[in-house]
C-alpha cells in the first residue's frame, strides 16, 4: 500500500471491501427481486469496461481496499466475464476476489473462473426442492445449478471457498431450514440464511416478510446442535459448525434483525459506474463522467474519499421514516 492513506469514513470505519457490480441483467426473474417480465436494462454503453472497472480497482486496492466481490444482476452473464475476472486477479494488493452468482452458468464456466483466479464463490439457492425453487425464481434450472456447484467443487479442489446463500422468506423458508441443514451436514460448503430486505424492485417490502435468522436457527436446532464460530470484524455472517460433526457449517446473515453496520467496510458500485457507499444510500456519486472525460487518479481518488467520508453511519431499516432506495439489488450489486 506505500505511503497512501488507508481509505476511510467519517465514522473511523476503514474501508477494505468492494462490491463491484458488471451487468444489471439476469437470467432469473426472482419474486424477491424482480418482476415477472423483469426490468428494463442499461444500454451497453452505460455499463463501465473490463478496462474502467479495473482502473477504479487498482485506485482502491493502492487506498487500502484488498477485498472484490464481483456481482449482477447475474454476473456470468456478461460477456468474458472470466477475462475481467483473471484482469483483477493481476491487480496489486487485491488477494480477496469472489462472486456471487445464481449458479446457472456455473457448470459452463466453472473452470475458466477457477483458472481466472476466482477462490471464493456464494452460489444462491433458496430452495432445494425443484417445484419450489421454480416459484420463488420462475426458472425450471435447480437441477443445473446443483450441477453446477458440483462441478466448481470437483474442478476447484479443497482451496475453493463455496457458499450457498438462502433468502430467508417467511412462510417459505421455514420448510427449507433443515433440508439445507442436511445439505451442509453433507457437503463442505457453508449454507447462509439471508435476511429478507427492502430491496426489491416493486417496493412491496414489509417487515413481516422477512424471516429473522433466530427463528431459522431455532428451527434447525430442533434437530441439530450448533456451536458458534469466533466471527471476524466486518464479517455479515455469525456461523455455526455442526456440534457432533458434519462436512459443512450454517451462516446467518442478519441485516434486518441485527443490524452490523457498525463494522462496515464496504463500498459498491453499480454496472453504470455509480459509487454507493450502503446497499441503502439514497445518494451515489458518478465515477463514469470523469473516468470518462479524462479526470487523472489524483481527482479520480479525490471524489472516492470525499464520498466515502460520508458513508452513512447506519442503514436505517427499522426506524421510521425509512426510505427505501430507487434501485432494487438487482441495479445496485449484491
Given at each position: 500500500m506505500g505511503d497512501v492513506e488507508q481509505l476511510t469514513d467519517g465514522h473511523g470505519r476503514p474501508i477494505g471491501d468492494v462490491r463491484v457490480s458488471v451487468t444489471d441483467r439476469c437470467n432469473f426473474r426472482c419474486q424477491y427481486c424482480m418482476p415477472a417480465e423483469g426490468l428494463p436494462w442499461l444500454e451497453r454503453g452505460e455499463v463501465l469496461s473490463f478496462e474502467e472497472i479495473v482502473r477504479l480497482v487498482a485506485l482502491l486496492a493502492r487506498m487500502g481496499v484488498h477485498k472484490v466481490r464481483l456481482t449482477g444482476g447475474e454476473p456470468l452473464v456478461r460477456r468474458d466475464f472470466p477475462s475481467l475476472a483473471s484482469m483483477l486477479h493481476e491487480v496489486p494488493g487485491i488477494d480477496d476476489l469472489a462472486v456471487t452468482t445464481n449458479g446457472y452458468l456455473l457448470e459452463r464456466d466453472a473452470a475458466a473462473l477457477v483458472d481466472a483466479g476466482l477462490r471464493r464463490f456464494n452460489i444462491s439457492i433458496d430452495s432445494l426442492q425443484r417445484d419450489r425453487f421454480f416459484e420463488l425464481?420462475?426458472?425450471?434450472?435447480?437441477?443445473?445449478?446443483?450441477?453446477?456447484l458440483d462441478a466448481l467443487a470437483a474442478y476447484g479442489g479443497d482451496d475453493l471457498v463455496i457458499k450457498v446463500n438462502a433468502v430467508a422468506l417467511r412462510d417459505f423458508t421455514e420448510e427449507e431450514a433443515l433440508p439445507f441443514a442436511a445439505f451442509a451436514r453433507e457437503h463442505p460448503y457453508e449454507?447462509?440464511?439471508?435476511e429478507f430486505m427492502p430491496l426489491d424492485a416493486e417496493h412491496t417490502w414489509t417487515p413481516e416478510q422477512m424471516l429473522s435468522g433466530d427463528e431459522v436457527r431455532a428451527i434447525i436446532e430442533r434437530e441439530h446442535r450448533l456451536e458458534p464460530i469466533e466471527r471476524e470484524r466486518s464479517a455479515t455472517a455469525v456461523t455455526y459448525r455442526f456440534a457432533d460433526g458434519g462436512r459443512g457449517r450454517l451462516g446467518f446473515i442478519n441485516p434486518v434483525s441485527q443490524p452490523f453496520c457498525s463494522d462496515c467496510d464496504r463500498i459498491r458500485i453499480t454496472a453504470d459506474g455509480k459509487l454507493r457507499t450502503c446497499l441503502f444510500s439514497l445518494n451515489e456519486t458518478d465515477l463514469?463522467?470523469?473516468?470518462?472525460?479524462?479526470?487523472?487518479?489524483?481527482e479520480l481518488e479525490e471524489l472516492i474519499r470525499a464520498a466515502v467520508w460520508r458513508k452513512e453511519l447506519k442503514?436505517?431499516?427499522n426506524e421510521p421514516g425509512f426510505i427505501q432506495p430507487a434501485r432494487p439489488m438487482s441495479a445496485i450489486g449484491g
Open positions: 425464481t420462475r426458472r425450471d434450472a435447480l437441477p443445473r445449478v446443483l450441477r453446477g449454507v447462509r440464511f439471508i463514469r463522467e470523469p473516468l470518462r472525460s479524462g479526470a487523472d487518479d489524483g442503514h436505517r431499516v
